[in-house]
């Protein structure tokens, strides 16, 4: 195939409309494939891994979903001796999406550095089992803890001490409650800072469908905290405990990175 850049563009495009016409050259999709053709040294052994590859990095949620269907799912299969739950399945994928696409190495997206070579799906296939791997050995695994919380609200009524240990407690049971998917995404929002779009881009879904899954993650695990404070500590006037539920919900953002930071490497 011809590696100058005014060959490398309409070859990339011309491949890309072949092998996914359900992913639309927008002009940002555009300028990122002349980008990348500028500055790709190597010839092109498959150009539409690329097409589909910027399409990705570029926040195509239709080349998201082509993309796990067509590397991420064909090589799960290479899990099997791992025998992963549900949830950490869905976290293991995550990690794979953030390398993949989120991290970056000499100023580009990972999955860049190989898309067009003809090894993408041997890239995957590693990422994937390393992550696994990784999880696994892992001291917490995909179980959420909460390390630390450091309340300062001289109002609250509880001792410091006893307020510690009960916030701490009530966090945890909480966060168990929570579906693996509102973990990956709480994770991915509040220790990442991976943004909306991207996380609508890595589930393919729109950018509005992510915000509401956070916002109802969020929701849900105050819902959680309430009951838990209930639970734990009944003894609790009405007041201590709203005091309480909106300390949590005030410092929510600081809470879950000091707790999901556990399971973010």
């Known amino acids: ?3 100058t850049p005014e060959a490398v563009v309409p070859a990339i495009v011309a491949a890309g409309r072949r092998d996914w016409p359900g992913v639309e050259l927008t002009p940002r999709l555009e300028q990122a494939i002349e980008l990348h053709a500028r500055a790709c040294a190597a010839a092109l052994v498959d150009p539409a891994e690329v097409y589909l590859a910027l399409a990705c990095v570029a926040g195509n949620a239709a080349a998201m979903r082509l993309f796990e269907r067509r590397y991420l799912a064909s090589a799960e299969p290479a899990l099997a001796t791992y025998r992963l739950g549900p949830d950490e399945l869905l976290e293991v994928r995550q990690r794979v999406r953030i390398r993949l696409f989120v991290q970056q190495r000499d100023g580009i997206a990972v999955v860049l550095h190989y898309a067009g070579q003809g090894r993408l799906g041997g890239l995957v296939r590693v990422v ?6 990784r999880l696994r050995s892992a001291a917490t695994q995909a179980e959420l803890t909460i390390e630390a919380i450091e309340p300062r609200d001289p109002e609250l009524a509880l001792a410091d001490d006893e307020r510690q240990a009960l916030s701490k407690q009530a966090f945890e049971r909480a966060a168990a409650r929570l579906s693996g998917r509102e973990r990956c995404l709480l994770r ?21 469908t992510a ?10 695990l105050l819902q959680h905290l309430s009951h838990e404070l209930r639970a734990l500590a ?6 201590q405990r709203e005091q309480l539920e909106a300390w949590f919900d005030t410092h929510l953002e600081l809470s ?3 707790v999901l930071a556990t399971s973010s490497t």
């Open 256 to 258: 879950l990175s000091r």
């Open 188 to 208: 991915l929002h509040y220790v990442r800072s991976v943004s909306g779009a991207a996380i609508a881009a890595m589930y393919g879904v729109h950018r509005a």
């Open 128 to 133: 994937l089992v390393r992550e696994a791997v």
């Open 211 to 220: 915000v509401r899954w956070l916002e109802s993650a969020r929701l849900h």
């Open 234 to 239: 009944p003894g609790l006037s009405p007041a």
């Open 1 to 3: 195939m011809p590696s």
